[in-house]
Nanobody, 115 residues
């Protein structure tokens, strides 16, 4: 059973930074892509950033160059570096892995940005 586990969330002041980690139970080379999504209270889950196995990336407009998705092959981990955080970035952040069309979600990690 494929598992992805997020970590790194927490409480941060506006303007601060956090780095989220998503550790996979299999080699990340096996995945077509991995990405980060978020869900704020009362809102639908939305894309934050994705990265394909080939290295292509796609970011939501709201990231505005503040977020960077990266990976560490040796650790089978994908990261989301978030800078210049805003209160509206407050949400549960989820990692999703695409393994040949089958999607696997983590349990989520809470990010809270205080004003």
């Amino acid at each position: 059973q494929v598992q992805v586990v997020e970590s790194g969330g927490g409480l941060v002041q506006a303007g601060g930074s956090l780095r989220l980690s998503c550790a996979a139970s299999e080699s990340i080379f096996a995945f077509n892509g991995m990405g980060w999504y978020r869900q704020a209270p009362g809102k639908q889950r939305e894309l934050v950033a994705v990265r394909t196995r080939g290295g292509l990336t796609n970011y939501a407009d709201f990231t505005q160059g503040r977020f960077i998705i990266s990976k560490d092959n040796a650790k089978d981990t994908v990261y989301l570096q978030m800078n210049s955080l805003k209160p509206e970035d407050t949400a549960v952040y989820y990692c999703k892995a695409d393994l040949r069309g089958a999607y696997y979600w983590g349990q989520g990690t809470q990010v809270t940005v205080s004003s």
